[in-house]
């Protein structure tokens, strides 16, 4: 048999991309050796841990969305998934749409979730989790139920101090509740004794200051949880796997460390425990609980090697594990057992699959943004900055197009990358014009502190997913209204996002002494002089404050309302404030500029006017949208579709968004 040319091609390229293949798995070979807990074989090495994404009902029982948001991340490729923390009593809910399996008729639901997860080729956990004194007392209608009469730092309601009866209640509870998890056919189940829930606040002096037996000392304050585990263990029998998840640092004074927690789990593995999840944070840290960009990547991984080396059970580490590569060096250095992705799995369900089949530059990586903790505080269900489709799952499927139009997008920033990707995905020709030599938008801008460069990995699976569907990219050409109609086009997407804002007119402001916070990220600065004044106090004021007072200078933030970083989610905030308390930056509220002249800021604060002497300002008062094509465009009889900043500015998230949605759209 012989072969033409095009066949010859084609063979070599299936050969490489095999070859290719082969030497990814081999580097990723650990990462996906089959692993056994207690007899229950696992496939790989990964892990999805429980996250809370509150799609079930206002009564708890599981939705269509449930159901879609588990089968999409079991037909991904993770060895395991373990359903969210599924509350034992009703006085141990912390959201009237958390799941729920303390009652029989939740059954039927959670049944059906297990069986999804299966269907995928992933075993399914539980987790079983009752929140104590962490929940509200408008969430379930009577005081909260705690170990000692201590408040949640955090919600801070009055609580009701636990009886040993009513221990001994909730203990019966947990075990009731490992056997509708068995029912409902889950594989392994895991009790939740960390992040300052009910387990946690026993286990920790920070939360238990009782002086029963059930307070004082490690043996005393460990009881409850290992009266839990031994109540399961006895109704589930000596081979059903059971595992523990607990908080290896509180960061918190009197609060759990590591030490401790080896003598817990000394302790809970002769219980019964088969396996356990080192975790981190408390309800006053909750930082550590989902680790935000400023923290490096696998930052709890030392944690879970201390206890490794102590116990006889595997063990399962969690902490900003956001790629292959770095799982497999956590697995090859012995430091863990499985490791958990958490968000990763948020962010592209289909990452074990891609790294498997060696195809690393298709995986959209999780940011640590924690737009997805935010959301739920917010929206009150799960939602990706990166990933769209997540809480959506069945609603944006992608189907191929009807019928094949030309696309015309007008910038490369998030939101065009995406409507472009996504466009030609479905069949569509598309063309995008970018006025600079890069694509990226203002991410390239964003990115440019230290703590904010995975930014760049959206920028990079952009890269990627234009590639693969052949998305033509004009770089360094801005588009002029003659250059789209020789397009012919059938629809224009217009995504050429926002402008900065100035708060005074661009005459009285000498470039010499004056920038746009955009001026310096991209370098377009003169030289920045030590003493800098940063108009603007919100999420971009406080980054471009940070990165220069990182960069030796003496930086002073003003904002005319009455706090800064009102933008950022909890957690970022937490720690964006303490760096610029730590690196010294001086803040002034309430303070509105008024003018700038010759060297003098001057500024109206409290009723009173001031002037500051400062050699360079920033401004990061915000930006505006630019959408100047969009009349000529309609005036010219085009569709045209305007997407991102170009709108209204808002966040990546936002933008990405809608260009997912006009890229299915179309």
């Given at each position: 048999?012989?072969?033409?040319?095009?066949?010859?091609?084609?063979?070599?390229?299936?050969?490489?991309?095999?070859?290719?293949?082969?030497?990814?798995?081999?580097?990723?070979?650990?990462?996906?050796?089959?692993?056994?807990?207690?007899?229950?074989?696992?496939?790989?090495?990964?892990?999805?841990?429980?996250?809370?994404?509150?799609?079930?009902?206002?009564?708890?029982?599981?939705?269509?969305?449930?159901?879609?948001?588990?089968?999409?991340?079991?037909?991904?490729?993770?060895?395991?998934?373990?359903?969210?923390?599924s509350a034992v009593a009703p006085e141990g809910i912390v959201s009237h749409h958390q799941m729920r399996i303390y009652d029989d008729a939740y059954i039927p639901g959670l049944r059906r979730i297990a069986e999804v997860i299966k269907e995928g080729g992933a075993r399914a956990a539980i987790q079983i989790h009752h929140a104590g004194r962490q929940t509200s007392s408008r969430v379930i209608g009577r005081p909260p139920l705690a170990p000692s009469p201590l408040k949640c730092p955090t919600i801070r309601g009055e609580v009701e101090v636990l009886t040993t009866e009513a221990i001994a209640r909730i203990v019966k509870q947990f075990g009731d509740?490992?056997?509708?998890?068995?029912?409902?056919?889950?594989?392994?189940?895991?009790?939740?004794?960390?992040?300052?829930?009910?387990?946690?606040?026993?286990?920790?002096?920070?939360?238990?200051?009782?002086?029963?037996?059930?307070?004082?000392?490690?043996?005393?304050?460990?009881?409850?949880?290992?009266?839990?585990?031994?109540?399961?263990?006895?109704?589930?029998?000596?081979?059903?796997?059971?595992?523990?998840?607990?908080?290896?640092?509180?960061?918190?004074?009197?609060?759990?460390?590591?030490?401790?927690?080896?003598?817990?789990?000394?302790?809970?593995?002769?219980?019964?425990?088969?396996?356990?999840?080192?975790?981190?944070?408390?309800?006053?840290?909750?930082?550590?609980?989902?680790?935000?960009?400023?923290?490096?990547?696998?930052?709890?991984?030392?944690?879970?090697?201390?206890?490794?080396?102590?116990?006889?059970?595997?063990?399962?580490?969690?902490?900003?594990?956001?790629?292959?590569?770095?799982?497999?060096?956590?697995?090859?250095?012995?430091?863990?057992?499985?490791?958990?992705?958490?968000?990763?799995?948020?962010?592209?369900?289909?990452?074990?699959?891609?790294?498997?089949?060696?195809?690393?530059?298709?995986?959209?990586?999780?940011?640590?943004?924690?737009?997805?903790?935010?959301?739920?505080?917010?929206?009150?269900?799960?939602?990706?900055?990166?990933?769209?489709?997540?809480?959506?799952?069945?609603?944006?499927?992608?189907?191929?197009?009807?019928?094949?139009?030309?696309?015309?997008?007008?910038?490369?920033?998030?939101?065009?990358?995406?409507?472009?990707?996504?466009?030609?995905?479905?069949?569509?020709?598309?063309?995008?014009?970018?006025?600079?030599?890069?694509?990226?938008?203002?991410?390239?801008?964003?990115?440019?502190?230290?703590?904010?460069?995975?930014?760049?990995?959206?920028?990079?699976?952009?890269?990627?997913?234009?590639?693969?569907?052949?998305?033509?990219?004009?770089?360094?050409?801005k588009a002029t209204l003659e250059d789209i109609l020789k397009e012919n086009p059938d629809i224009v997407i217009l995504a050429t996002g926002a402008r900065p804002h100035l708060p005074l007119p661009e005459k009285v402001l000498p470039a010499s002494k004056a920038v746009t916070f955009s001026a310096v990220l991209n370098g377009d600065s003169p030289s920045v002089p030590q003493e800098v004044a940063v108009v603007g106090g919100g999420a971009i004021g406080c980054e471009v404050a940070l990165y220069l007072a990182e960069n030796g200078h003496t930086v002073t933030i003003f904002e005319m309302t009455d706090s800064i970083g009102t933008q950022f989610?909890?957690?970022?905030?937490?720690?964006?404030?303490?760096?610029?308390?730590?690196?010294?930056?001086?803040?002034?509220?309430?303070?509105?500029?008024?003018?700038?002249?010759?060297?003098?800021?001057?500024?109206?604060?409290?009723?009173?006017?001031?002037?500051?002497?400062?050699?360079?300002?920033?401004?990061?008062?915000?930006?505006?949208?630019?959408?100047?094509?969009?009349?000529?465009?309609?005036?010219?009889?085009?569709?045209?579709?305007?997407?991102?900043?170009?709108?209204?500015?808002?966040?990546?998230?936002?933008?990405?968004?809608?260009?997912?949605?006009?890229?299915?759209?179309?």
């Open positions: 048999m012989t072969f033409g040319k095009k066949e010859c091609t084609s063979i070599l390229i299936l050969n490489i991309l095999s070859l290719n293949q082969l030497w990814v798995y081999a580097m990723l070979s650990r990462l996906f050796s089959p692993f056994s807990i207690r007899g229950l074989k696992l496939k790989n090495r990964i892990v999805m841990p429980p996250m809370g994404v509150f799609l079930v009902d206002e009564e708890g029982f599981v939705t269509d969305d449930t159901l879609a948001y588990y089968r999409r991340r079991a037909r991904g490729g993770a060895g395991m998934i373990m359903v969210e923390a509740a490992a056997e509708r998890a068995v029912e409902a056919g889950f594989e392994m189940v895991e009790i939740h004794g960390a992040h300052g829930y009910l387990i946690n606040q026993f286990l920790s002096r920070f939360s238990n200051i009782r002086e029963d037996e059930y307070g004082g000392p490690t043996e005393n304050r460990a009881r409850f949880a290992l009266e839990v585990v031994q109540e399961i263990r006895r109704r589930l029998g000596p081979h059903f796997p059971i595992s523990f998840k607990i908080s290896a640092q509180e960061f918190v004074p009197e609060g759990l460390t590591v030490e401790e927690c080896i003598r817990i789990l000394q302790l809970l593995e002769e219980t019964g425990i088969d396996v356990v999840q080192v975790s981190a944070g408390t309800d006053a840290t909750p930082e550590w609980i989902s680790q935000p960009m400023f923290m490096k990547r696998g930052c709890l991984v030392e944690s879970a090697s201390q206890i490794k080396r102590a116990l006889h059970i595997p063990v399962i580490c969690v902490g900003r594990i956001n790629g292959p590569m770095l799982a497999e060096q956590i697995l090859r250095e012995g430091k863990a057992d499985l490791v958990c992705m958490g968000r990763a799995l948020l962010a592209d369900p289909d990452l074990p699959n891609k790294a498997k089949e060696g195809r690393l530059h298709e995986i959209r990586r999780c940011v640590a943004c924690n737009t997805c903790i935010n959301s739920i505080f917010k929206k009150g269900r799960v939602e990706c900055l990166v990933n769209p489709e997540v809480s959506r799952e069945s609603a944006m499927q992608l189907q191929p197009a009807k019928r094949t139009k030309r696309v015309v997008v007008i910038g490369g920033g998030p939101a065009g990358c995406e409507a472009a990707w996504v466009a030609a995905s479905r069949g569509h020709r598309v063309k995008v014009y970018e006025s600079h030599f890069e694509l990226g938008g203002q991410i390239l801008l964003g990115a440019v502190p230290s703590h904010k460069k995975d930014l760049l990995n959206i920028v990079r699976f952009h890269h990627h997913q234009l590639q693969k569907y052949h998305v033509e990219c004009l770089l360094g050409r989610e909890a957690m970022t905030k937490k720690i964006v404030l303490q760096k610029i308390r730590d690196l010294g930056i001086r803040v002034l509220t309430n303070a509105r500029i008024t003018g700038f002249r010759g060297n003098d800021l001057q500024f109206e604060q409290n009723g009173s006017f001031h002037a500051r002497t400062f050699p360079f300002v920033v401004f990061a008062t915000g930006t505006i949208p630019d959408d100047r094509l969009y009349g000529p465009l309609k005036a010219r009889g085009l569709e045209v579709a305007r997407i991102g900043d170009c709108v209204k500015p808002r966040s990546i998230k936002e933008a990405i968004y809608e260009g997912a949605m006009i890229g299915r759209s179309i």
